[in-house]
């Protein structure tokens, strides 16, 4: 089978499972570059890919790039012994969603992944999924922009951490989450801050 029969079969497979609910994803990005392209992983090792591939990004500090990767979900229905019972199933067993800004880099760090086989594409030449593909996969592509980054100090205004400051030191962009560090008995502390909850402090 070719790679651009495998994508044409996944997104098929999408569309007939459009009508069942799936696991929405939320996209925060600033990276106006990224796209979502689908990554052909060993069956099985979807998960084991997902979270090895998250361990590199924060390795690497390549959250601004490397934005979400999902192992798209959704709810079906499993009868057993006469029961009904509401379970969750992967929507393409072998495939990971990443959204990235493709370069030499990202490229590089996605493909030599454990379990990756490689990129869905002609020739294996990673393609994007168009607006009309993701629409199906529960994706929304709706961005945020946020006027701060690494580095910029902070005020926290809503949440358990209201009225406190720091500096940004890291971004996740899947997540829309800022960390900063805090005073917590005495030590300096990392939480994670949503975006929703902060704004820059202008000096």
């Known amino acids: 089978m070719s790679e651009e029969m495998e994508k044409n079969e996944v997104l098929s497979d999408a569309e ?3 009508g069942e609910e799936t696991e929405a994803v939320e996209v925060g990005s600033i990276n106006e570059n990224a796209h979502w392209y689908v990554v052909h992983t060993y069956s099985g090792y979807e998960n084991k890919v997902k979270a090895n591939l998250e361990k590199t990004i924060e390795n690497r500090h390549l959250q601004d790039q490397i934005l979400e990767v999902r192992v798209p979900l959704q709810d079906v ?3 057993k012994n006469g029961a009904r019972k509401n379970v969750q199933r992967k929507m393409f067993p072998g495939y990971v969603l990443v959204n990235m800004d493709m370069n030499d880099e990202t490229w590089y760090v996605v493909r030599n992944t454990r379990g990756v086989t490689g990129f869905v594409g002609p020739g ?10 993701i629409k199906p996969l529960g994706i929304k592509t709706d961005t945020v922009s946020v006027d701060f980054g690494v580095g910029d100090e902070i005020a926290v205004i809503a949440g358990v951490w209201k009225d406190t400051a720091g500096v940004v030191q890291r971004m996740d962009f899947g997540k829309q989450t ?9 030590r300096e502390t990392p939480v994670e801050i949503s975006f929703a909850e902060v704004r820059r402090i202008d000096h």
């Open 124 to 133: 294996s030449k990673p393609v994007p999924l168009t607006d009309a593909e």
């Open 178 to 186: 800022a960390t900063i560090n805090v005073d917590l008995f005495g």
């Open 16 to 18: 007939v499972s459009a």
């Open 77 to 79: 229905v499993e009868v």
